[in-house]
């Protein structure tokens, strides 16, 4: 059982990255559909605003700190976690284990062709890996979507249709999943695909991903500013605890 770090109501579970690619590994050979969120500042500060959300994404069976500004949360709160776990450094070594083993993953998200692309890059970079299906993210019936993925039977299914869209449709239907673990992986097959740019190493060690974010993509400006927002709130929580 993994001790967890309560942020503004949403449980992270304190893992090494070694420790939740092990467990994601085990929860792949569970009888039912398993569930793995990765939130970040955005999300946990979306959910503590709305608690049916919050309620969907502690309904997960391991959950992942997935930004810098989740670690110094927890710090804040008195209960450090053991190391930052990113959801797409995660998934990449899920990849190579599921390679040796000829595990599938069905690739479900982003705009029409992004995932097809996405599969060429992820089966060069891990031969043995089954890609076992792929559905982009617009769509108006589950129905069909479902059908296709339970058809595959994947040991691992990625849905990356963006919070909360994809932490709600992965709660909703989970049960009907014919899936070894699903993973709420936001926007890695973009990632994957090359559309969008993992931000260099260096800014990665230093927690300064949103940074380089930014910079590229100025846009996102008014996203960034629920990061000042979730260190507010959580600093007020944390005095309340000292």
Not at 30 to 42: A, D, I, K, R
Not at 161 to 173: R, V
Request: hydrophobic content about 45%.
């Amino acid at each position: 059982m993994n001790d967890i770090v309560n942020i503004l109501g949403a449980n992270i579970h304190m893992v090494t990255m070694d420790e939740a690619e092990k467990q994601a590994l085990e929860l792949m050979e569970t009888e039912e559909c398993s569930v793995l969120y990765t939130p970040n500042s955005e999300i946990i500060l979306y959910a503590s605003n709305n608690p049916e959300f919050m309620d969907k994404l502690n309904s997960a069976d391991l959950t992942i700190a997935d930004g810098i500004g989740v670690v110094y949360a927890a710090k804040m709160l008195h209960k450090p976690l053991k190391e930052r776990v990113a959801g797409y450094d995660l998934v990449c070594r899920l990849f190579k284990d599921m390679a040796a083993a000829g595990k599938s993953v069905y690739l479900f998200g982003s705009k029409p062709g992004v995932a097809e692309e996405a599969a060429k890059v992820i089966t060069e970079q891990n031969p043995g890996l089954v890609i076992a299906g792929t559905s982009d993210g617009y769509f108006t019936d589950d129905g069909p979507i479902i059908e296709k993925i339970n058809s595959a039977r994947p040991d691992l299914l990625m849905v990356c249709l963006g919070f909360p869209k994809q932490e709600e449709w992965i709660y909703d239907h989970r049960d009907r999943l014919n899936a070894g673990l699903v993973i709420g992986a936001g926007g890695c097959l973009d990632v994957f695909a090359g559309n969008v740019l993992r931000a260099p190493k260096f800014f990665c060690d230093h927690g300064l991903e949103w940074f380089y974010r930014l910079i590229k993509q100025p846009w996102r400006f008014v996203r960034m500013l629920a990061l000042p927002k979730f260190a507010i709130k959580v600093f007020f929580k944390g005095k309340r605890y000292k």
